[in-house]
């Protein structure tokens, strides 16, 4: 099984950063295929931000040119730098493992205008 933790979030003004931090443990490689979501409030969760083994990154249109998935694979983690947030960024961010069904307990991000 694999445990999930995520970590980072907060209350921030527009145009603001921050950056999240999933550490990963269990039954997973600190190379696994990792992936952020986002579920803002009364809307599904939807993938936003990939790192795949290779160190390919993918990213949503929403936030592309602004969010940055890294990884620290001596660490077994993963990070989500977020630049430039917008209010429509609100909502609680959860980190996965690829072909996993786990998910942590996620972390809240609230960007005021």
């Known amino acids: 099984q694999v445990q999930l933790a995520e970590s980072g979030g907060g209350s921030v003004q527009a145009g603001d950063s921050l950056r999240l931090a999933c550490a990963a443990s269990?039954?997973?490689?600190?190379?696994?295929?990792m992936g952020w979501y986002r579920q803002a409030p009364g809307r599904e969760r939807e993938m936003i931000a990939q790192i795949w083994s290779s160190g390919t990154t993918y990213y949503s249109d929403s936030v592309k040119g602004r969010f940055t998935i890294s990884r620290d694979t001596a660490k077994n983690t993963v990070y989500l730098q977020m630049n430039s947030l917008k209010p429509e960024d609100t909502g609680m961010f959860y980190c996965?493992?690829?072909?996993?069904?786990?998910w942590g307990q996620g972390t809240q991000v609230t960007v005021s205008s």
């Open positions: 269990g039954r997973t490689s600190s190379k696994s295929s």
């Open positions: 996965k493992v690829l072909g996993t069904d786990s």
